[in-house]
Structure formats: structure tokens, C-alpha cells
């Protein structure tokens, strides 16, 4: 168990819709990433905020959305969704933005 | 763009092998190179190499980090059932964010 959380495990939903994926980091930790894995693009990075303000942004499409809260806990927002955004959602923290990060268990998040 | 390649992609061996699996990559401005470990969800992390820590170890797992070369590999000895997973290698760029560039993974298989 690395200390991450994430909710939900799993989401199904229609294509169209939104959704919210929620992210509460490991205690002392300022930074969080969210990534994408799918099976045909592996592990891609999406976006990093550290303390509240957003620090690097990746492969991160339009439609998606994030943001760290006072509290460091973590949403990503996924609108008008589309069959191909089936995916593993994974959040991770790291202390100070530059150490290891560890990783969460992920949400499942399945377009239908 | 950063690229990371891993090799092989599908590694099946006994209980008792020693195993080394290798990652190579292209990235600019490099500050580090992780691995992690996926089992079933969560990539668990190991080990990260800089240019100022470029071997580490923990028990039967050790790795080095080749800056000349662009590589690095990780090895294992005495491999166990336990071992079975998928091993990624990720680069990290020198940013003033993180952000976590990833291969696509060795899928190690150990047999009893």
C-alpha cells in the first residue's frame, strides 16, 4: 500500500458523459501527477500539480481537467466522454515534485 | 520528444534464474531513471538512479544506470513466483516540473 487513494475503483459510464476521479495523496506529500494507461499507449503522463498550482502538463486532451485542492487531495475531470477514454486512471504523489512517486490503485473508468 | 525503450518485452523463467532486463532512452536535459514494478494494478516503485546515485540495490534486485551508454538495467537473482510482473523503466526530464516519461514494459513470467 503506498498511501495513495483514489475513488472510485471502478467506473462505468455512457459516452457524452462526465465524470470526476478524485485523489487524496500520501501524508507530507505536496505533489500529485495523474496518468493514463491504456493497452495500446502504455503509461502516458497527463498532468502535475504541486501544492495547488499546476506545474507540467502532459498529453492532457482539451476535455480533461484538473485541479489540487488546499487540502493537496486531487480531482481530474473527464467531460464529453468517448469510448476510446476507457482507460486506467493513476494518480501518484511525491514530496517535493522531484523525488519517486508512488503510485494509487488506479480507477478503472470504462465508456460505454 | 523523450523516448524509452525496453527489451525484451516478454521474459519466461525458472525459479532460480537470474534475469536482466535492459532499458535504453533519449531524453533531454535527464535528471533520473525509475523503475517500477506492476502487478496487478499499481506500479509498485524500486529503485531511482541519478547521475549521483547510479547503482542501487535491495535484496535480490539491483540495478545500474549507464549515463554514457543512455541505458540502464535491472537485475534479478534467485528469481521467485513472486517476481511475475511487469517491470517499467520511466526517464525524468530536468524541468521545473516532473513529469515521468514511461517504456512499455518487461512482462517477467517465473515458473516454480
Known amino acids: 500500500d503506498s498511501g495513495v487513494t483514489q475513488t472510485p475503483k471502478h467506473l462505468i459510464t455512457a459516452t457524452g458523459q462526465r465524470v470526476t476521479l478524485r485523489c487524496s495523496p500520501r501524508?507530507?506529500?505536496?505533489?500529485v501527477y495523474w496518468y493514463q494507461q491504456s493497452l495500446d499507449q502504455g503509461l502516458q503522463f497527463l498532468i502535475q500539480y504541486y501544492n495547488g498550482e499546476e506545474r507540467a502538463k502532459g498529453n492532457i486532451l482539451e476535455r480533461f481537467s484538473a485541479q489540487q485542492f488546499p487540502d493537496l487531495h486531487s480531482e481530474l475531470n473527464l467531460s464529453s466522454l468517448e469510448l476510446g477514454d476507457s482507460a486506467l486512471y493513476f494518480c501518484?504523489?511525491?514530496?517535493?515534485?522531484?523525488?519517486?512517486?508512488?503510485f494509487g490503485p488506479g480507477t478503472r473508468l470504462t465508456v460505454l | 520528444e523523450d523516448k524509452v525503450v525496453q527489451s525484451p518485452l516478454s521474459l519466461v523463467v525458472h525459479e532460480g534464474d537470474t534475469v536482466t532486463l535492459n532499458c535504453s532512452y533519449e531524453v533531454t536535459n535527464f535528471r533520473s531513471l525509475l523503475w517500477y514494478k506492476q502487478e496487478k494494478k499499481a506500479p509498485t516503485f524500486l529503485f531511482m538512479l541519478?547521475?549521483?546515485?547510479i547503482e542501487k540495490k535491495s535484496g535480490r534486485l539491483s540495478s545500474i544506470l549507464d549515463k554514457k551508454e543512455l541505458s540502464s538495467i535491472l537485475n534479478i537473482t534467485a528469481t521467485q513466483t513472486g517476481d511475475s510482473a511487469i517491470y517499467l523503466c520511466a526517464v525524468e526530464r530536468e524541468t521545473s516540473g516532473s513529469r515521468l516519461t514511461f517504456g512499455e514494459g518487461t512482462q517477467l513470467t517465473v515458473n516454480p
Open positions: 501524508s507530507g506529500d505536496l505533489s
Open positions: 501518484a504523489s511525491s514530496m517535493d515534485g522531484y523525488n519517486e512517486q508512488f
Open positions: 541519478t547521475s549521483s546515485g
